[in-house]
């Protein structure tokens, strides 16, 4: 089946640097896409979303692209900290952001350098 | 808000044995999902439930697992019998509608 995937599995960055995470696609069905971190011992946690009528979001220090040629979503973290050292997913969904039928990359690994 | 609350949030059990994890979530979510996560495999969906129904079961690995919400507030997995393979990260979210999925903090489960 078709499924999303992730071009790094782990992301070694600068603290104050910024970082970006890749996320490749394959569902051009999908149209909606979600973005979570996950810290260890924790849950995957929220950090964007974005619809396929769109081809950028902002956030707090985060901005999400969505590239529906390629099939190709991108987090950017905006002068990284130690907090966001964490395994970033990105997800898709063929129903519109319906909860339903929520699919996750395998995620990578972003590491904050002193 | 106290957010998806799972319980407990560490088991170990032996193979053969009966295993239950419980989920609350947030008060007010129509959808829940439960989701195992392994190195190998990442972040399943095992299945999900609207208004305390199920919708879609088709990532239940097999008739070992088995899961039921018999009300707004609550949900359980079980695994009869466990077995090796069984062990992972199992995850409980909830959402409202269109909303992004919330999940707990997760049960780690080992079987030996």
């Known amino acids: 089946g078709e499924s999303v995937g992730l071009h790094l599995p782990t992301l070694s960055v600068q603290e104050g640097d910024n970082s970006i995470i890749n996320c490749a696609y394959s569902?051009?069905?999908?149209?909606?896409f979600i973005w979570y971190k996950q810290e260890s011992g924790k849950g995957p946690q929220f950090i964007i979303d974005i619809r396929s009528n769109m081809d950028k979001r902002q956030g707090q220090r985060v901005t999400v692209l969505l590239n529906k040629t390629v099939k190709h979503l991108s987090l950017q973290i905006a002068a990284t900290q130690p907090g966001d050292s964490a395994v970033y997913f990105c997800a898709e969904n063929t129903s519109g952001g319906g909860a339903d039928g929520l699919t996750f990359g395998k995620g990578t690994h972003l590491i904050i350098q002193p | 808000d106290a957010g998806v609350i799972q319980s407990p949030r560490h088991e170990v059990t032996e193979m053969g044995q009966e295993v239950t994890l419980r989920c609350k979530p947030i008060?007010?979510?129509?959808?829940l999902f439960w989701y195992r996560q392994t190195m190998m495999r990442g972040l399943e969906l095992l299945i999900y439930f609207n208004n305390n129904v199920p919708i879609d079961d088709s990532g239940m690995p097999e008739d070992r697992f088995s899961a039921k919400m018999p009300n707004a507030s609550f949900s359980t997995l079980k695994i009869q019998p466990s077995e090796p393979r069984d062990s992972a990260v199992y995850f409980c979210?909830?959402?409202?509608?269109?909303?992004?999925?919330?999940f707990g903090n997760g049960t780690r489960l080992t079987v030996t």
């Open positions: 979210a909830s959402s409202s509608g269109r909303s992004p999925l919330h």
């Open positions: 008060s007010g979510h129509d959808y």
């Open positions: 569902n051009s069905a999908s149209d909606y």
